[in-house]
């Protein structure tokens, strides 16, 4: 069995299992670790320790996977989580996310699903969506979902990250392209509808799931909103998902969001006032009020 397989194996048999997990905040996380209790969703959601006899199934197909990390002791780790979001499992990166490749899914995911659900179902009927930087595929399945006979197209610069969206599209019976390039590089032919959720912390350690560049973790997001702009084609419609300091009182993000998106209809509103307190105590962040998570809908003229 090769290593992809044996993946999409441990999706089936945690389907057949009525497997559920929702991902938390690493604070949340936390604090539930600390707690000692055994089971399936310890093994793959909490990323635990746990022995080789704990769950011989999933051990074995972890195995195959080339995805056990042997510790010290005998005990043994999984490299990859499992996510539910409604009906579907998302594979992705165990905690925590230290390395530069990790496929990133938490809160933000469900947000963004909840944000394309809430505003797709609006727009016109669409040829050709791309989902911008999909680590896991979030945006891009739940879109294939919403627009029935559009193509669909997934990219990422990262290699696992488009590794895994292609077994999680498989698994969830969404038929999607995927391409692995920077942004849209890769994508030939016309786009009528684009979505991203970029990376929107300024991370000193620069991990590409996390990152957003500077304008304290803005950068990225603007850069992308100038790609879509030349892309897009009349009528074509950009959704983003994304954070914003805001610096006393202000949002700086949604000023130069604005001026790229220079013709262009905008609706532009706050979906959570206050995330990554957490982040405020670092140097990059000494002036910043707030992280707000902001959607942004964009209608090419």
Known sequence: ??????????LELLKSRSYQFVTTTPATHAQVILRRTAGLRDILGWSRDFNADSDPDVVA??????????LQGGSLRSKVRVSSLDDLLFLHSAYPTDQNDSVFFGPDSYRFASFLKSEAPRLQPHRHAVD????????????????????????????????????NAEFNGAEVELIQTNALDGV??????IIANPPYIA??????????????????SLAWARDAAQRLKSGGAFLLYTGSAILDGEDKLKAALFGALDGFDITYRELDPDVF????????????????VVGLVAIKR
């Open 132 to 167: 911008i930087g999909t680590g896991a595929g979030v945006g891009g399945i739940v879109l294939s979902r919403l627009l029935p006979g559009a193509k669909v197209t997934l990219t990422d610069i990262n290699e696992q990250a488009i590794r895994f969206a292609r077994i």
């Open 188 to 193: 030939v032919g016309d786009i009528d509808c």
């Open 203 to 220: 991370d000193r350690a620069h991990r590409a799931y996390r990152d957003g560049g500077g304008m304290r973790g803005g950068a990225l």
């Open 1 to 10: 069995m090769s290593p992809d397989a044996a993946l999409l194996g441990l």
């Open 277 to 292: 307190g957490e982040e405020l105590g670092r140097e990059d962040y000494a002036d910043v009020d707030r992280i707000a």
């Open 61 to 70: 197909l972890l195995g195959e996977a080339g995805m056990l990390e042997h």
